[in-house]
């Protein structure tokens, strides 16, 4: 959930008016001994709930017909379960998994995406303390030679595996999964595999068994396990225990008490194999007695129409998204109305997480918000990880700029300590995982002695001068290198910043390269947009799209752009080339959440590296040198 919030134009003729929301505005205590710098909240934590699920249920004594979760069905209409009907069916499923012998050493694996029937099996395994582990699709639907979702198996090792629908994922459970691992469905069978239908997981339940199982459950207990996204190496799996849960909700709760003056309505896409979306924005409905609303749409041009029928329906008192998600979105506030009308009609907060969000955009959405309602929405962000269920800080101090990254959360200690010529953020807290699930030794690797979680990200204070300013992101140590000429290079900010200046026509960016005299950039380009821009004819290819006069002109001068305020071969970009070919999720290049290995990238394509820095691959885009 690395985020970095762009620069605010000035306003200087009159200060802009925000739609009134309570937001907390922590003020920290600092201290600094032998370089290492320290803050924290001055607020404490409030006590905390021993389990999640105790907010479900609070909730269902008292409000038990409020909607807790809806979803579409077959129809096209909305299929609503209220808090009483999940707590019911939540200590049914608990009763009928305690017979399968399932724990952590044999947790449930759900391998499908986000429906109420995920849910469900999700809370039932919580209710009754079995650990549960939701699998991104991708390593099962996308990938071609099941690696990840391999890997993920030997570290789990499940007793017991959820699908929705058996169909698609057949032809990964075969390849992957040992014959005596039972498969609950809602719908459909594997051949030669024991089935259990979900709807017999509601048949006769033994509901004392599965209270005297969710009494025997504590702060300790493991949750879920998720895991990371493996940008840089095999995902891990976290421990989430249900402490770090609770702590992180009563974070957010405490920096946005908003949630807790109005039940908080969500209309949300992301995936709950995800941190953001699985913990974060589904755990803030749950723990203030919201109602969330799952989208099954995307921000992509085939799936954001489901999202926007969705958001016509269904008026949010928040909206939290990814950038992609929010450039969809201002395109299509700014061309309707009755779109416009109903988003607007109760929202209060706007949130992004996962990348930086682009002047262009976020200006758009002021000026759509100021003509429609008179004032403009807040927009929020932050820093997190699935290590910590996943904040740490929030965007609450007084700065919007490009890296920001605001102050602790309430109950979050933060460290800077010098690694190299940077400022490694380090974090304690009940947020923060007790370690890997079966990895002593990377778990070790990433403890200070002193109990702190090193993130490995870069951080560095605002404003040197005054500590209450809060932090700002300064790019990933490891992504990190130096020039033959000794000069290093921070990558994150170089990236960062090129993404949101290339925006609508940039997906992301690798930079070259270790041990080379200079900077060059490998560009995949979102090709929808370069498509619209090229204006060939339809049946053009990508690689006439991209070698087209009007892209390439348009990328010459993005590069001439990003080379303005450069100082030195650290930051001046020398040339770029654009990749026709994606980013491969089984060659380890990118993650399932759009997570780039810039080394595995520049591992890969070694060959084509080589060639650029020799001059000799004829489609790369020199800089031009000014005097």
Request: proline share 6%; with cysteine.
């Amino acid at each position: 959930m690395k985020t970095a919030i762009s620069p605010r134009p000035s306003d200087s003729l009159r200060a802009p008016r925000y739609r009134k929301v309570c937001i907390g505005h922590p003020e920290v205590e600092v201290s600094e001994v032998d370089g290492i710098l320290r803050m924290r909240a001055k607020e404490s934590l409030a006590p905390l709930p021993d389990r999640l699920l105790e907010r479900l249920q609070h909730w269902a004594r008292e409000k038990p017909h409020h909607t807790f979760i809806a979803a579409r069905d077959e129809r096209g209409a909305w299929r609503e379960v209220s808090y009483t009907q999940m707590l019911e069916r939540v200590r049914a499923i608990a009763a009928n998994l305690l017979g399968f012998g399932l724990s952590a050493q044999r947790p449930l694996a759900i391998l499908s995406g986000n429906d109420i029937e995920h849910l469900q099996v999700a809370l039932g395994a919580m209710y009754a303390g079995i650990p549960y582990c939701p699998v991104s699709p991708a390593y099962a639907l996308l990938s071609q030679d099941f690696a990840k979702l391999r890997h993920v198996c030997e570290v789990l090792q499940p007793g017991l595996v959820f699908v929705n629908d058996a169909a698609p994922f057949a032809r990964a459970i075969e390849a992957v999964l040992s014959v005596d691992v039972p498969l609950i469905t809602v719908r459909g069978t594997v051949s030669g595999r024991t089935r259990i239908a979900f709807n017999d997981l509601l048949s006769d339940p033994d509901l004392a068994a599965a209270d005297a199982a969710f009494a025997e459950t504590g702060p300790d207990t493991i949750a879920k396990f998720l895991f990371t996204s493996g940008s840089t190496k095999l995902p891990k799996a976290v421990v989430t225990t249900q402490r770090m849960l609770c702590a992180n909700q009563q974070m957010l709760l405490q920096t946005f008490p908003v949630f807790g003056q109005e039940p908080p309505v969500l209309v949300d896409w992301l995936p709950w194999n995800h941190t953001f979306g699985g913990s974060h924005n589904l755990g803030i409905v749950l723990y203030n007695g919201g109602s969330f609303y799952l989208d099954n749409g995307k921000p992509t041009a085939q799936g954001f129409a489901e999202t926007l029928r969705n958001l016509k329906e269904v008026s949010p008192t928040a909206y939290l998204t990814v950038p992609k998600g929010w450039e969809e979105l201002v395109k299509a506030l700014e061309q309707d109305a009755e779109l416009r009308e109903r988003f607007f009609a109760r929202i209060s907060l706007f949130f992004f997480a996962a990348a930086g969000l682009s002047q262009n955009i976020w200006d758009r959405l002021d000026s759509v918000a100021e003509q429609h309602c008179g004032e403009r929405i807040r927009m929020m962000a932050g820093l997190g990880m699935t290590e910590a269920a996943p904040s740490c800080t929030f965007t609450t101090g007084p700065l919007s700029m490009a890296g920001y990254i605001g102050l602790p959360a309430p109950g979050c200690e933060v460290k800077l300590v010098p690694v190299g010529d940077k400022l490694e953020g380090r974090f304690r807290g009940p947020h923060i995982m007790p370690g890997y699930w079966r990895a002593e030794q990377q778990t070790a690797e990433v403890f200070d002695a002193e109990g702190y979680y090193c993130s490995g990200d870069a951080l560095k204070l605002a404003d040197p001068g005054n500590s209450q300013f809060g932090l700002m992101f300064d790019g990933r140590i490891a992504e990190d290198f130096k020039l033959s000429s000794g000069v290093f290079v921070s990558v994150g900010p170089l990236r960062n910043r090129a993404v949101l200046e290339g925006s609508p026509y940039v997906q992301d960016i690798v930079v070259a390269a270790p041990d080379r005299a200079c900077l060059g950039i490998l560009v995949f380009a979102r090709l929808p947009e370069c498509r619209q821009l090229a204006g060939l004819d339809p049946h053009a290819t990508d690689a006439q799209v991209l070698a087209s006069a009007a892209v390439r002109d348009w990328f010459a001068g993005w590069l001439q752009r990003l080379n303005i305020d450069a100082q030195g071969n650290a930051s001046r970009i020398e040339w770029l080339v654009l990749l026709e070919e994606s980013p491969s999720i089984d060659q380890g290049e990118i993650t399932d959440k759009g997570s780039i290995n810039q080394r595995a990238v520049l591992q890969r394509r070694a060959a084509r590296v080589e060639a650029l820095y020799r001059g000799e691959d004829p489609a790369m885009l020199h800089a031009v040198h000014t005097s």
